[in-house]
């Protein structure tokens, strides 16, 4: 039976696993001095080693040989390998989430290793399980019987619970540089005896993003059916096929503004189990190659992608005019710098489409700036104002080199531009500044704290949170400064729930006041938005 490469390949020692020295080091100290600590928590992006390093360490604990450890042959290595140990228990917290689970688990920790030294507990996707479920858990790992391990591991260690970070030993898996991966996929070949050229194996190290699997994967896909050597356009074929193809698809469906037909398409992409940021990374970068196939005479040189491709993009970029690969990208680069934050990546994703799918025109009528609310104070009022809130609608995510979403069109196409609407000006309800007045509120803090509930209240109002700040708590009224006027009336369709939670945690009912931002009211010089994607793209992009 045909298995794939990394199920094929899975380090049997220490010494074979790639990249994570620095973990390895450690556990083969305290497997050496009998020092090992009962709870660990692997932690760290997928497919870098960490059910590979717990199964390891599971080995080195029930390891019979003198020497090293684990020794990879003596029978206890063997049979933890074939998963026939009775000792090592594998636990896929994804599908065992509930407290039962864990009860059933801690019953069983009361019973000493059957056949080895140690009793280890390895509970995969650790972050899983349900707050029922840590709790209990809590229990065991507080106070585990001598003879029982626990590794826990997760890709999402945010979203553990402090009570259960305190009580392990935290290992951080890293993403494997791609020169320690091209030198281990090599070793592999060699062991195997698959001929891969070494441009070959370059490109895929590129592509697998420090991930070992991911690398393994290509790698795997390549050789299939294969018998002479494969090479750096074999592999260039392949991932063209699997990605490329798809983006041309898409954007074709965005450029004749298919909306529907793009969702469905995006839906199928995904059910194959594609990464929504990662997703959006890649959509970005089939919009910079268009960009470079469309200004560039040699694109060749910086492309690295087959001639045929190359082809394919040319002819994509010919349809499309300069201002739709703008958009494309600055839409998208924005996105992917909100879905950071994001716990639903996906609807950022949807409505990145639509808004591409509609264009600049329509997103104008989209959002009529009705909410935009224009005081008649002069604009120096802003240094008079006695609040001490944030003045300057600042990102609060930490800069990425994205710029914001392009300015919008409406003054090119006249719509009245509202006067600038001063946030905070001396208005009546502005108390004087004594303790629990107004004046001492954090607005940071708050606006954080609205938006961790209303996360779970409502999944799509986060799409605010980096585009808008609270920028002022007055007595009767807050107020919400936002970058764009898409935003505004985001905010504006949410006013129930950000009234209430901002009176949640200030104590008081307040009027949302939503204001947009000054920068987003000057219209941006296209010199600036060519600017913007000269040092995002990191090359030069000039206005014709
Ligand atoms: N650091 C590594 N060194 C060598 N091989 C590795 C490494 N990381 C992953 N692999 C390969 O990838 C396969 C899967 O690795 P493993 O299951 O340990 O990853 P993981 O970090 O647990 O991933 P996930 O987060 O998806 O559970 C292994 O069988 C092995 O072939
Ligand atoms: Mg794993
Ligand atoms: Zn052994």
Same mark, same amino acid.
């Given at each position: 039976m045909y298995r794939a490469l990394y199920r094929q390949y899975r380090p049997e020692v220490f010494e074979e696993v790639l990249g994570q020295d620095h973990i390895v080091r450690i %556990?083969?100290?305290?497997?050496?001095?009998?020092?090992?600590?009962?709870?660990?928590?692997?932690?760290?992006?997928?497919?870098?080693?960490?059910?590979?390093?717990?199964?390891l360490l599971a080995k080195g604990?029930?390891?019979?040989?003198? #020497?090293?450890?684990?020794?990879?042959?003596?029978?206890?290595?063997?049979?933890?390998?074939? #998963?026939?140990?009775?000792?090592?228990?594998?636990?896929?917290?994804?599908?065992?989430?509930?407290?039962?689970?864990?009860?059933?688990?801690?019953?069983?920790?009361?019973?000493?290793?059957?056949?080895?030294?140690?009793?280890?507990?390895?509970?995969?996707?650790?972050?899983?399980?349900?707050?029922?479920?840590?709790?209990?858990?809590?229990?065991?790992?507080?106070?585990?019987?001598?003879?029982?391990?626990?590794?826990?591991?997760?890709?999402?260690?945010?979203?553990?619970?402090?009570?259960?970070?305190?009580?392990?030993?935290? %290992?951080?898996?890293?993403?494997?540089?791609e020169a320690v991966l091209i030198k281990g996929m090599s070793d592999i070949c060699a062991a195997l005896g698959i001929n891969v050229t070494e441009d070959a194996l370059r490109i895929i190290a590129a592509n697998a993003d420090g991930s070992v699997r991911d690398g393994l994967s290509i790698l795997d896909q390549c050789i299939a059916g294969r018998d002479e050597q494969?090479?750096?356009?074999?592999?260039?074929?392949?991932?063209?096929a699997s990605g490329a193809e798809d983006f041309l698809e898409l954007t074709d469906m965005v450029r004749k503004k298919r909306t529907e037909e793009a969702i469905i398409f995006l839906s199928r992409l995904l059910e194959d189990g594609k990464d929504v940021r990662q997703f959006m990374r890649d959509w970005t970068g089939h919009y910079r190659n268009l960009l470079l196939v469309k200004y560039m005479r040699n694109p060749e040189t910086v492309l690295g992608m087959s001639a045929e491709n190359i082809e394919r993009l040319r002819r994509q970029a010919a349809v499309l005019e300069p201002e739709d690969i703008n958009r494309g990208i600055m839409e998208l680069s924005s996105m992917s710098n909100e879905a950071r934050w994001s716990t639903q990546p996906r609807i950022l994703l949807e409505l990145a489409i639509v808004r591409l799918c509609m264009g600049a025109g329509q997103i104008r009528e989209l959002t009529e700036p009705r909410f935009v609310d224009t005081?008649?104070?002069?604009?120096?009022?802003?240094?008079?104002?006695?609040?001490?809130?944030?003045?300057?609608?600042?990102?609060?995510?930490?800069?990425?080199?994205?710029?914001?979403?392009?300015?919008?069109?409406?003054?090119e196409q006249g719509a009245p531009?509202?006067?600038?609407?001063?946030?905070?000006?001396?208005?009546?309800d502005v108390l004087a500044?004594?303790?629990?007045?107004?004046?001492?509120?954090?607005?940071?803090?708050?606006?954080?704290?609205?938006?961790?509930?209303?996360?779970?209240?409502?999944?799509?109002?986060?799409?605010?949170?980096?585009?808008?700040?609270?920028?002022?708590?007055?007595?009767?009224?807050?107020?919400?400064?936002?970058?764009?006027?898409?935003?505004?009336?985001?905010?504006?369709?949410?006013?129930?729930?950000?009234?209430?939670?901002?009176e949640k945690h200030t104590g008081k009912f307040r009027t949302m006041r939503i204001v947009l931002a000054k920068s987003a009211r000057e219209e941006k010089p296209a010199e600036e938005i060519a600017a913007a994607a000269s040092d995002l793209l990191g090359i030069k992009v000039e206005v014709k």
């Open positions: %556990l083969q100290n305290q497997i050496a001095t009998g020092s090992t600590s009962h709870a660990y928590l692997f932690c760290g992006t997928r497919g870098t080693g960490k059910t590979t390093t717990a199964r604990l029930n390891c019979l040989s003198e #020497g090293q450890r684990p020794c990879g042959q003596c029978p206890n290595c063997q049979a933890i390998k074939e #998963g026939s140990f009775l000792d090592v228990i594998e636990i896929d917290a994804a599908s065992n989430r509930g407290v039962d689970d864990v009860r059933e688990l801690r019953e069983s920790v009361k019973y000493p290793p059957a056949a080895g030294r140690m009793k280890v507990y390895i509970i995969d996707e650790v972050h899983m399980l349900t707050t029922e479920a840590f709790n209990a858990l809590l229990k065991t790992l507080e106070e585990p019987p001598e003879y029982v391990t626990f590794i826990l591991a997760t890709t999402e260690v945010h979203k553990l619970p402090a009570t259960v970070l305190s009580r392990c030993m935290r %290992l951080d898996f890293k993403r494997v540089p494969v090479t750096a356009d074999d592999v260039l074929e392949f991932l063209g005081p008649a104070s002069p604009p120096d009022a802003v240094s008079a104002a006695p609040v001490p809130a944030r003045t300057v609608p600042a990102a609060p995510a930490p800069a990425a080199p994205a710029p914001a979403v392009p300015a919008p069109t409406e003054t531009i509202p006067a600038e609407p001063v946030q905070a000006a001396p208005a009546p500044q004594t303790p629990d007045t107004p004046g001492s509120f954090d607005c940071e803090d708050i606006w954080n704290k609205v938006f961790e509930d209303g996360e779970e209240e409502k999944g799509s109002i986060y799409i605010i949170r980096n585009s808008a700040q609270l920028t002022s708590i007055e007595e009767k009224n807050f107020t919400v400064t936002v970058n764009n006027e898409f935003i505004g009336n985001l905010a504006e369709k949410n006013r129930k729930l950000l009234e209430h939670l901002v």
